[in-house]
């Protein structure tokens, strides 16, 4: 089922030291609707890291174990590249360690591994984590093919080093879009366990941006509380280009559902790779 991916991690490395607290300009809505992502991903890709990295002696095939290991070394180097954006936010006043606390102890407490289990309960913890890790990837995949596809960012003039940020990694995460959902295939392909990771994976991810959004936009130092968010508004940013469409955010994730999905049907790996070529960041790294 699997598409025989070379995934090679790029050591990107970007320099935020001219990044705007508004980095789409007077778009503060749009802006910290993008930034939960810094909030959520970095914790979020290292448990991603943990769980694949316990799933490697489940793994009985040579092909899909590298794709394992590429996939492990590219979340790597996603959680570190949002990290520097947090530690950034809060050089500028803008302090997100209240959310990310909570953020640490959803991934690794609640998330985390369970000691004591036995070999078998074991097996199947870590396949369970597998299918919530297929179905937020799903949603990555989904974000990363919208921002190869949103020039209403440039319109806008968003920072260029922060729309590439968003296209490399949106980038990768079209590449290698499939690794999780083939992984958990491989683990145990019934159709009652994708449903169940999409199940408790979707609402939670849709959960945890409205609050993160709502925790930005209160901690702007520049807002004063003044700007709450509403679907509204994010309809309106997402007519002008700088938002996915949350009526198109809906139905990929039931396209998740029917019998015959493949995350292959969803975005273009020739179009990742046109921009991976392309990249200021991930060409600098190729230089490296
Ligand atoms: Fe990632
Ligand atoms: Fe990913």
Redesign the pocket.
Known sequence: MHDNLVLEPRDVHFDWSQLPLHWIPDEPMATHTINVLHLLLPEGERWFVKVFKEALPLIRDDQLREEVLGFIGQ?AIHAEAHQEVLDHLLGQGLDPRPYVRQITWLFRRVLGDKPGLTSRQHRENVIERVAFIAAI?HF?AFLGNWALNSPGLDRAKADPTMVDLLRWHGAE?VE?RSVAYDLMRHLDPGYLRRVRGMAVSGPLLIHLWIRGTRFMLAADPSLNGSLVPTWREAQKAAKRGLLPEPARFLRSALRYFSPSYHPTKEGSSSQALAYLAKSPAARAAATH
């Open positions: 979340e990837e990555t995460e290698h």
